[in-house]
């Protein structure tokens, strides 16, 4: 049974870096896709973007490019987040997943909420 | 990018109703849609997949079809635990969700 864990710090400073990771059990991150999704409270999805193992390459959604970087860490099963930069806007709860190439996002991690305030 | 649209955005319904939620896409994506239901302070739960194929473990009430832009989410006799907020997500280019739709006890 493939689980996802995400963890990191709850409280970012405006204008630092959020950084967030995800961790794997019953798979690994060489296969498959793995994708960050957030949610602002009370509001709907926004993909962030992916990091496939075998091509190296990282796909992200265009609205969050600038700011955004995924990575794998294959020596801990494990795949991370930094969007840099951050505002209150960024505040959500960010949930990672697993997926194949053109296709459905299953399963997610929990979700953690990260909160952008002085 | 390709823009999901979903109607309604809320919708009201009782127990035993029958009730459809549309997607619309932005341009032709074939059979490369999802549904997903999520319950508050939960994850999205995968309900379909490719349009219109149920995910192991979840009720048959749910149903999904449509190709190509138009797509329909089918719950065919609504039970307590079905009323959550339901999201399309399309896989065809990267990915993008539906603004989502929130069900409702009337």
């Known amino acids: 049974q493939v689980q996802l864990q995400e963890s990191g710090p709850g409280l970012v400073k405006p204008s630092e870096t959020l950084s967030l990771t995800c961790s794997v059990s019953g798979d690994s991150v060489r296969s498959y896709y793995w994708s960050w999704i957030r949610q602002p409270p009370g509001k709907g999805l926004e993909w962030i973007g992916y990091i496939f193992f075998y091509t190296g390459s990282t796909n992200y959604n265009p609205s969050l490019k600038s700011r955004v970087t995924i990575s794998l860490d294959t020596s801990r099963n494990q795949f991370s987040l930094k969007l840099n930069s951050v505002t209150a806007a960024d505040t959500a709860v960010y949930y990672c997943a697993r997926h194949a190439a053109r296709s459905w996002l299953d399963p997610w991690g929990q979700g953690t909420l990260v909160t952008v305030s002085s | 990018d390709i823009q999901m649209t979903q109607s309604p955005s809320s919708l009201s319904a009782s127990v035993g109703d029958r009730v459809s939620i549309t997607c619309r896409a932005g341009?032709?994506?074939?059979?490369?849609l999802n549904w997903y239901q999520q319950k508050p302070g939960r994850a999205p739960k995968l309900l379909i997949y490719?349009?219109?194929s149920l995910q192991s473990g979840v009720s048959s009430r749910f149903s999904g079809s449509g190709s190509g832009t138009d797509f329909t989410l089918t719950i065919s006799s609504l039970q307590p635990e079905d009323f959550a907020t339901y999201y399309c997500q399309q896989s065809y280019s990267t990915i993008t969700f539906g603004q989502g739709t929130r069900l409702k006890i009337k």
């Open positions: 341009r032709d994506i074939s059979t490369y």
């Open positions: 490719a349009a219109s």
